[in-house]
């Protein structure tokens, strides 16, 4: 039974990947810092992604349940603060680099260790169309997003051939942190005008594309794929 480690587990693309997993037969390690339901075939394990010795406790539990892991989905996030530059708080944007950059790194190296010698396995990560390009009130988010995709890249070329490293570039999404914003006042007018398919995406449209680089892709390696409708291909 092919075993895949997902991080930010209990919610939005997160739970949407952990859902498409069980559809095709795995048995899954999630990894949140919220609770996730009583599930046949998913250990859920709380870690802050950011703490590699209780990032190497939950993925030693998912091994001594399910077996060596086959996959990582490093699918974690916190939003950032949408306020100009000069009004950022520092602190907050130590920790939302942290909790980007530092965990898919520690979440990486903690699925590497755990691989045998002789055995090949998968990682896809997530960063975001805001990686792309010049965002306003963006000064935390976008350039954090932007490390990620460049942190994959250079394990793609380490890890090979035995580790395939890739990632997706989510646009907006219809998950809790979105409708968030949105409940906040965020204006999606812009974006659905802009957008080529002109609407969000819905969390099981990304798993579909995370999981089929995860597992059914198996030549490819260091993309990052826009899941978008487009918004990347727009040129004005």
Known sequence: MTHVVVTGSASGIGRAVVDDLLARG??????????????????????????????????SAGVEKWGIADGLVACH??????????????????????????????????????????????????SSTTAYGGWVNQA?????????????????????????????????????????MIDNGYDLGPILQRNPLGRLAEPAEMATVINQLLLEDTFVTGVCIPVDGGWTAVGK
């Open 26 to 59: 795995c048995a899954v390690t999630g990894i949140d810092l919220a609770e996730g339901p009583a599930e046949a075939q998913v250990l859920h394990a709380i870690a802050d992604v950011t703490d590699e010795a209780a990032m190497r406790a939950a993925f």
């Open 77 to 126: 996030g916190i939003r950032g603060q949408f306020v100009p530059t000069l009004e950022l708080d520092l602190d907050g944007a130590r920790r939302l680099l942290d909790v980007h950059l530092i965990g898919t790194l520690v979440a990486a190296r903690c699925f590497a260790e755990q691989l045998p010698d002789e055995a090949t396995g998968s990682i896809v990560g997530v």
């Open 140 to 180: 935390d988010y976008g350039p954090a997003k932007a490390a990620v995709q460049q942190l994959l890249r250079n394990l793609a070329i380490e890890w090979a051939p035995r580790i395939r490293v890739n990632a997706v570039a989510p646009g907006h999404t219809r998950t809790p942190m979105v409708q968030s």
